[in-house]
């Protein structure tokens, strides 16, 4: 909640405080089948866009006023603990590279080594595209998976970096 200037291409929403509690509206227009309602209603060419009068017209399920308020609280505090959750996953990321950072800052103080010295570039039969299947051992391109080989190339932990292409995907 806060004061603000919105262009003509923002909705602005408030409740009716007799048919539904403010602390609800966020959950019922902030959802998937919101989100496709309104699209599915939009129109024009280059930037599609929805009317209110179109919007005013969804229709969902509200349960009574009474029950509402708990609602909102059991939702909200779930919102929350999503906001903590993704907070403290990305202090611990952090966390995380900064302590591997001074770990090899403790190690090495000011000695820079190249990477040649501490690793060895690893090279495999490239398998042709038509020799990919459905099955066997996941085959990654620059972009990702691009299919599956019946043979297994290697048995150690090794690190993949993109020759072309954008990245690597995510690798598990």
Same mark, same amino acid.
């Given at each position: 909640?806060?004061?603000?200037?919105?262009?003509?291409?923002?909705?602005?929403?408030?409740?009716?405080?007799?048919?539904?509690?403010?602390?609800?509206?966020?959950?019922?227009?902030?959802?998937?089948?919101?989100?496709? !309602?309104?699209? *599915?209603?939009?129109?024009?060419?280059?930037?599609?866009?929805?009317?209110?009068?179109?919007?005013?017209? !969804?229709?969902?399920?509200?349960?009574?006023?009474?029950?509402?308020?708990?609602?909102?609280?059991?939702?909200?505090?779930?919102?929350?603990?999503?906001? &903590?959750?993704?907070?403290?996953?990305?202090?611990?990321?952090?966390?995380?590279?900064?302590?591997?950072?001074?770990?090899?800052?403790?190690?090495?103080?000011?000695?820079?080594? *190249?990477?040649?010295?501490? @690793?060895?570039?690893?090279?495999? *039969? &490239?398998?042709?595209?038509?020799?990919?299947?459905?099955?066997? !051992?996941?085959?990654?391109?620059?972009?990702?998976?691009?299919? *599956?080989?019946?043979?297994?190339?290697?048995?150690?932990?090794?690190?993949?970096?993109? @020759?072309?292409?954008?990245? @690597?995907?995510?690798?598990?």
């Amino acid at each position: 909640s806060f004061n603000g200037i919105c262009s003509g291409d923002i909705t602005v929403f408030r409740a009716k405080d007799k048919q539904v509690l403010p602390e609800l509206l966020p959950f019922i227009v902030h959802n998937e089948k919101f989100f496709d !309602y309104a699209v *599915k209603h939009s129109a024009g060419g280059l930037s599609p866009r929805v009317k209110f009068k179109d919007l005013a017209k !969804y229709e969902f399920l509200l349960p009574p006023k009474d029950q509402q308020a708990e609602l909102a609280e059991l939702l909200w505090g779930m919102d929350k603990s999503c906001e &903590t959750r993704s907070s403290i996953g990305s202090k611990l990321e952090s966390l995380h590279r900064s302590s591997a950072a001074e770990h090899f800052r403790a190690i090495k103080k000011n000695e820079l080594i *190249k990477l040649g010295e501490i @690793c060895k570039p690893k090279q495999w *039969k &490239t398998i042709p595209l038509k020799d990919l299947s459905n099955d066997g !051992y996941s085959v990654y391109g620059g972009n990702g998976i691009i299919g *599956k080989y019946s043979l297994y190339n290697h048995e150690d932990p090794v690190i993949a970096i993109a @020759c072309r292409g954008e990245n @690597c995907g995510n690798i598990h």
